[in-house]
T-cell receptor, first 114, second 115 residues
């Protein structure tokens, strides 16, 4: 069965320092993986997605993620955090289960300190 | 550039009342979804519609019904609201379920409180 585990429920970083949000998944097939961001009282916005092409995926606002099949990981990184990055981030796996289903992680809340 | 539009944005209901959340997408997507979001639990799928004319239960369907009115619209109905249904509801759509790589697009959310 597919599942997604976001290893940290909260992450705090100082402005200008790197961001690392961790995501592990399990899948029976070759999944697609996504990262979404949710700012307060807003819907979810796509940051980036992996669909079996290049394993290093670049997204919006300087974020990127690397698909590592051997580690079943899809961690999200950014070299330098900005105050506007403060939000909740969701890792999502899309996998075959009769139809394609989207499975969401429980989210990581990123706090950026001035 | 509307994307996915859902209404109402905020609603307070009394226990036992009924209401319908409306959702429409203008991207000509085949698949539509209703999720609920609760603190610490991520998003959980209530119902989905893989294509016009079909609906299926998701992870947490109890207490809800849906209607895929046409390709654009997918409504969620609470027949007899309960406090446990206090949540943020998101409608979403995707091109289809024929590929795992299809992006899912979300509405802005509907905040529902049942007292």
């Amino acid at each position: 069965a597919q599942s997604v585990t976001q290893l940290d429920s909260h992450v705090s970083v100082s402005e200008g320092t790197p961001v690392l949000l961790r995501c592990n998944y399990s899948s029976s097939y070759s999944p697609s993986l996504f990262w979404y961001v949710q700012h307060p009282n807003k819907g979810l916005q796509l940051l980036l997605k992996y669909t079996s092409a290049a394993t290093l995926v670049k997204g919006i606002n300087g974020f990127e993620a690397e698909f590592k099949k051997s580690e079943t990981s899809f961690h999200l990184t950014k070299p330098s955090a900005h105050m506007s990055d403060a939000a909740e981030y969701f890792c999502v796996v899309s996998d075959w289960a009769g139809t394609y289903k989207y499975i969401f992680g429980t989210g990581t809340r990123l706090k950026v300190l001035a | 550039n509307a994307g996915v539009t859902q209404t109402p944005k905020f609603q307070v209901l009394k226990t036992g009342q009924s209401m319908t959340l409306q959702c429409a997408q203008d991207m000509n997507h085949n698949s539509m979804y209703w999720y609920r979001q609760d603190p610490g639990m991520g998003l959980r799928l209530i119902y989905y519609s893989a294509s016009e004319g079909t609906t299926d239960k998701g992870e947490v369907p109890n207490g809800y019904n849906v209607s895929r009115l046409n390709k654009r619209e997918f409504s969620l109905r609470l027949e007899s609201a309960a406090p446990s249904q206090t949540s943020v509801y998101f409608c979403a759509s995707s091109e289809g379920q024929d590929s795992s790589g299809n992006t899912i697009y979300f509405g802005e959310g509907s905040w529902l409180t049942v007292v």
